[in-house]
């Protein structure tokens, strides 16, 4: 496999692309952004870190039937992913409220739900990833009907495995956002499942153990009783 030319960088990743069309490679930078990058920092090995926690995950989901982007580990910070074309809708997952929609509804971070919630958001830095729903996806050409079904269908199911897998470790996994691309007609599960897009608490302390603890400016130690703003 030799790498060749960059293709694209992003805030935390940067893809280049292989001798094998079909093939890129995915390299985990250390950045670390917030709020559409207008917060940004570095932190140390974040990069290796997710490339191990993301390639564990996805190890995991496809040896329980779930399509995804990924090939193998390559190194610390690069691992080997199937080329996609990018379906511009993020999906977000929900079991408690919070985050974004904490503040869209007034209603306080932790509280439950009674089945997972599903949004879409449109993929865009310049407009902040608005939240749109399915008929936007449609009429705008972003995501045929059947893809839109298709990844519903698997963020549940992704929410099932990795839920208990989390829950197992004394984790709960309160939401995260997923993102979908085309490869040789087929759906498949791109980007990455790490901190950085998923929130995950302290099953007992409720203490936030993800990007949150960036956004947020928590230190290192400070329990937050999981309600801290
Ligand atoms: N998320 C993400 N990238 C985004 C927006 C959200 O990875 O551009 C993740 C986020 O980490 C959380 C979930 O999606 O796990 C739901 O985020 P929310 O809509 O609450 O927005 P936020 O509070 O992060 O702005």
């Given at each position: 496999m030799e790498k060749r030319e960059k293709?694209?960088?992003?805030?935390?990743?940067?893809?280049?692309?292989?001798?094998?069309?079909?093939?890129?490679i995915q390299y985990f930078k250390d950045e670390a952004t917030a709020f559409d990058g207008k917060k940004k920092g570095v932190i140390e090995e974040k990069g290796v870190l997710n490339n191990k926690i993301s390639s564990a995950i996805f190890k995991m989901l496809e040896s329980n039937g779930v399509k995804t982007h990924f090939v193998?580990?390559?190194?610390?910070?690069?691992?080997?992913?199937?080329?996609?074309?990018?379906?511009?809708?993020?999906?977000?997952?929900?079991?408690?409220?919070?985050?974004?929609?904490?503040?869209r509804l007034g209603i306080e971070e932790g509280t439950a739900l009674s089945e997972p919630i599903v949004?879409?958001?449109?993929?865009?830095?310049?407009?902040?990833?608005?939240?749109?729903?399915?008929?936007?996806?449609?009429?705008?050409?972003?995501?045929?009907?059947?893809?839109?079904?298709?990844?519903?269908a698997t963020a549940l199911k992704v929410n099932e495995i990795l839920s208990r897998f989390f829950d197992e470790r004394g984790i709960i996994l309160v939401d995260f956002k997923l993102e979908f691309g085309e490869h040789k007609g087929k759906v498949l599960l791109g980007d990455e499942i790490t901190p950085d897009g998923c929130r995950l608490w302290d099953k007992t302390t409720r203490e936030k153990l993800d990007k949150d603890r960036f956004r947020r400016d928590l230190s290192r130690s400070e329990p937050t009783g999981g309600l801290g703003r």
């Open positions: 293709l694209y960088e992003g805030k935390a990743k940067v893809l280049y692309a292989t001798d094998d069309k079909d093939l890129l193998e580990q390559l190194n610390d910070r690069e691992m080997l992913v199937k080329r996609l074309r990018i379906i511009p809708v993020e999906v977000v997952v929900r079991n408690l409220i919070a985050g974004s929609l904490s503040k949004e879409f958001f449109y993929k865009s830095d310049p407009l902040g990833d608005p939240m749109i729903n399915e008929y936007h996806a449609r009429a705008f050409g972003w995501a045929t009907d059947a893809e839109l079904k298709e990844m519903s």
